[in-house]
Structures are given as C-alpha cells and as structure tokens.
C-alpha cells in the first residue's frame, strides 16, 4: 500500500478508534464488526481448532481493558491498525499454546516459493510424530531463542525491525503473501528479506546446538 493510501487507511482506523472511546457500545461493535474476521484469520493460521473462539475472546478482553488502553496505545506514526493487531493477536496465541501446552504444528522456516509460500523443509522444528509435553515445550523454546536473538539483533542495528518481522510472522506459520498483506509491502520484498535472514537464523540455531 502507497504512502497515500496507508495515511488514508490510518486516518479511517482513527475515526474508527474516535468513536469507539466517545461511544463505547456502538464503537466497539463496529470496531470489532471491521477487524474480527481479521483477527480471526490471523489465529486461524494455528490451527487451535475448537480452542480458537477462546483466544478471541483473550484478545477482545486484551483490547478492552483498562478502558481500552492498548487501542489507546496504537501509535499510526508507527505502524497500520491491522498490524498493530496482528502482533496482539499472535502475542496473545503463543502466551495460550504456552500455558496450555497446546500442540501447534506449522514452527517450521521454508524455503521460498513465491507462489505458495511452501517449500522444502530449512529447519523442521516439529517432529509429527513427537507429541510428549517435553518436546512440545521444546519448540517453543527454539521459538523464544530466535525471538530474543532478533529482538537483541534489531537492537544492535544489525538487523531492520521489518526483517524481524517477517521472520516473527513465518515462524508463526503465516505464508508470505499474508506477511506481505499485513506489513503492507511487496510479496518479492518480504521473500528476499527472508532469504538473506535465513543464514543468519541457521548459524543461531547451530550456535545454540539445535543444528548440527
């Protein structure tokens, strides 16, 4: 989406926000009628199956408590509404798969096919058939691992906030036409940053010994 467009959109999603706070009960209806099929399809990519309408409603009782505080706390100087979303929207799966050790199968890095966003396997981080707690728990953690080294890695400038992002985005399972749908840029930005990121994240795991 050009700069126009975004600032447009951006200024939509503020009125939106507006009347949400000036008229809690119509504006959260028609905030949550505008992006709850968007939030759905975010944590739909987790395949929770019967759990997902308890994630939403985790992420609706996020939104609106402390009168609505985190929607207060959206910044369109820094990013769009849907994005902005989306990373609550994941932040708030992961913590459930974590406290409930809810199996998930799509932690995998791909290699990159423009058209499906599939491919074949860079590092298989679920095993299909291992389904013991303490595996499970284990991917989770390699996830952690290469989140906190991004976050370290956006820090040290050594990496852009963009490149983490897409990362973040993939290991959640999203495929890369999504990821370029809600950063709002290129399908061939998104898969070339991938692929220069992917060296870096295969020496982190080897570091950390889960490659070898």
């Known amino acids: 989406m050009d700069s126009k467009n975004q600032g447009q959109k951006n200024q939509a999603d503020s009125e939106l926000l507006a ?5 809690p009960e119509k ?20 395949h929770l199956g019967d759990q997902e309408p308890d994630v939403i409603q985790e992420i609706a009782q996020i939104l609106i408590q402390n009168d609505y505080k985190r929607l207060r706390d959206w910044d369109p100087e820094r990013s769009s509404l849907r994005r ?6 994941v932040s708030c799966t992961i913590n459930y798969v974590k406290s409930s050790k809810y199996r998930f199968d799509l932690l995998k890095i ?10 074949e396997s860079f590092v298989q981080f679920v095993d299909e058939a291992v389904l013991s707690p303490a595996e499970r728990l284990e991917r989770v953690q390699i996830v952690e691992l290469l989140r906190d080294s ?3 890695w956006v820090e040290s400038e050594k990496v852009q906030p963009l490149d983490r992002d897409i990362i973040e985005f993939r290991l959640r399972g999203l495929t890369f036409k999504e990821i370029s749908e809600i950063l709002d840029v290129t399908l061939s930005h998104v898969t070339t940053r991938f692929a220069r990121m992917k060296p870096k994240l295969k020496k982190k795991l080897e570091n950390s010994g889960i490659l070898r």
Request: aromatic share 16%; net charge negative.
């Open 27 to 46: 504006g959260w209806e028609s905030f949550w009628g505008e992006y709850q099929p968007f939030i759905h399809r975010v944590i739909g990519r987790f």
């Open 84 to 89: 902005y979303l989306t990373i609550i929207s």
């Open 19 to 23: 009347h949400l706070l000036s008229d």
């Open 150 to 152: 991004l976050e370290e």
């Open 110 to 119: 791909d290699t990159i096919d423009t058209s499906s966003g599939m491919g």
